[in-house]
């Protein structure tokens, strides 16, 4: 028995004499390997006392989607993507999020980074109210902010996301970038020269554009620069709302990657890493030699709808920034101080085809008919709105009697109405029909008007949802 006990004593030792001789060198090793962010604790145990004020304003704007391609956004600050925020772990974000709706829509807030009642601080601000919370950024890395307000797809597929990050203390110096990967899905046809987001190609996943940071191949035509073997730092999230991206970047390695950006979080020498929507990665590399290397998605049936960028690595490059703003500019990937506002294309003219207008007014992109061929076929009407346009661009009714007009609202959470006056200056209203938010139907009782070509329209959409309204 004795023998048997020294027998297993001497084994144990030996087992662990191996196991510490194979442990150090593969640590040493790999450290030496790497020389990249060192891992940490992966979160913080307490507030750090510091406070930040964010402030956000939920707002709908225009923005050059692709060259020549204006589209209807719905937006935090008037971008999408909304400003990139910088705060550091264990900071006190004291948020505030404003409501200017300019449709009358409900939006929210989701921060992916804060743990906080989402029955309490996530649900709906009415248009022209605010809201304001404290959280506490606990959790290190790169995450996604977005409107929470149902439908949440099509919130999100029409521009209300962002990226946070949540800085640890001991990242080393690098040059950093932040990509935002999303979808656009624009109707088929422009209305009134911009185009309003397809719900039904949102629910089936059909993108026209997959882009970074709001604009497709927007890193193409204007590359992220670095130095050769400098050390370069990627913040990528993927905000969907559907797709997984498969970021590569061609040409080169990725030294080290990290799930969601938490330094305690590390894979290395990764050649392709899959990030699904709603989720992030902080990515390190060192590019030696000089030339461009893109960066895309793999997943090549959506590279050439707009995610391929450019990484030019020249020996004359600027310096690195030595710190970067707490709201960054999402066009240029987060390097300069974010201007609200500022978008591209987005001044509100159109450049885009649009269709020929109606009764005096804008075209609304859904109906062909025109004043001179649209004539009365009773007294119960029909219309239909669907991505932000009417399915008819001429209503008629027959003079000197009351009639209906029954509405199908198919914009799910956006409100639409019908109202008619006397002409497309809208100063004098013939009739003003109650808001409907989608998907809804109702029926609206207009009393009888005389003979005459009068202007109808959404009064949320003045401009783009409009038609004749022939009364004969």
């Not at 402030?55 to 225009?62: D, G, I, K, Q, Y």
């Not at 624009?186 to 911009?194: D, E, F, Q, S």
């Not at 330094?263 to 030699?289: C, K, S, W």
Request: a negative charge.
């Amino acid at each position: 028995m004795k023998r048997f006990v020294m027998g297993g004593v001497f084994l144990e030792v030996a087992l662990l004499i191996i196991g510490l001789t194979w442990i150090g060198p593969s640590s040493g090793g790999h450290a030496q390997a790497t020389g990249s962010t060192t891992a940490v604790a992966y979160k913080a145990e307490h507030p750090n006392g510091n406070v930040v004020d964010i402030n956000l304003t939920a707002t709908e704007t225009v923005q050059e989607i692709a060259p020549g391609v204006t589209y209807h956004v719905w937006t935090f600050d008037g971008t999408a993507p909304g400003p990139v925020i910088r705060v550091h772990l264990g900071d006190t974000v004291h948020f505030t999020l404003t409501n200017a709706s300019t449709i009358g829509m409900q939006h929210s807030i989701d921060f992916h980074a804060a743990m906080t009642p989402w029955d309490k601080n996530y649900q709906p601000v009415d248009p022209g109210q605010t809201k304001t919370f404290d959280w506490v950024a606990m959790y290190p890395g790169v995450f996604m902010y977005h409107c929470g307000t149902p439908p949440v797809l099509q919130h999100i597929a029409n521009g209300m996301y962002g990226a946070i990050i949540v800085e640890p203390d001991n990242l080393p110096p690098a040059r950093e970038y932040v990509l935002v990967a999303s979808e656009f899905y624009p109707g088929a046809k422009p209305i009134n020269g911009m185009y309003e987001g397809d719900y039904d190609a949102m629910l089936a996943a059909k993108p026209t554009y997959v882009v970074f940071n709001g604009r497709a191949d927007l890193f193409k035509d204007s590359p992220l620069v670095a130095r050769p073997n400098e050390l370069i730092r990627l913040w990528v999230l993927d905000a969907g709302p559907t797709l997984t991206t498969a970021f590569h970047t061609i040409g080169a390695m990725f030294d080290s990657v990290y799930p969601d950006g938490n330094p305690a979080n590390v894979l290395h020498g990764v050649q392709t890493y899959n990030i699904p929507p709603g989720g992030a990665a902080m990515f390190e590399l060192r590019i030696p030699d000089p030339g461009l290397y893109p960066f895309v998605t793999h997943s090549f049936a959506y590279t050439g709808l707009g995610s391929v960028g450019l990484i030019k690595v020249d020996p004359q490059a600027p310096a690195a920034p030595t710190s970067y703003p707490v709201m960054g500019d999402p066009f240029d990937a987060g390097v300069t101080a974010f201007k609200s506002g500022v978008t591209l294309g987005g001044n509100g003219e159109s450049t885009s085809t649009g269709g020929s207008t109606a009764g005096g007014g804008s075209t609304s992109g859904g109906g062909s008919a025109s004043a001179a061929s649209c004539t009365p076929s009773g007294t119960a009407l029909h219309i239909v709105a669907k991505n932000a346009a009417f399915d008819t661009d001429c209503l008629a009714a027959p003079a000197g009697k009351a009639f209906t007009i029954m509405f199908d609202n198919q914009d799910p959470g956006v409100p639409h109405n019908i109202s008619i006056y006397t002409d497309s200056s809208a100063t004098t209203a013939l009739f003003k029909g109650q808001l409907v938010s989608g998907p809804a139907t109702t029926t609206y009782k207009v009393p009888a008007l005389k003979a005459g070509t009068y202007f109808f329209r959404c009064d949320v959409h003045p401009t783009t949802m409009t038609g004749a309204f022939v009364v004969s």
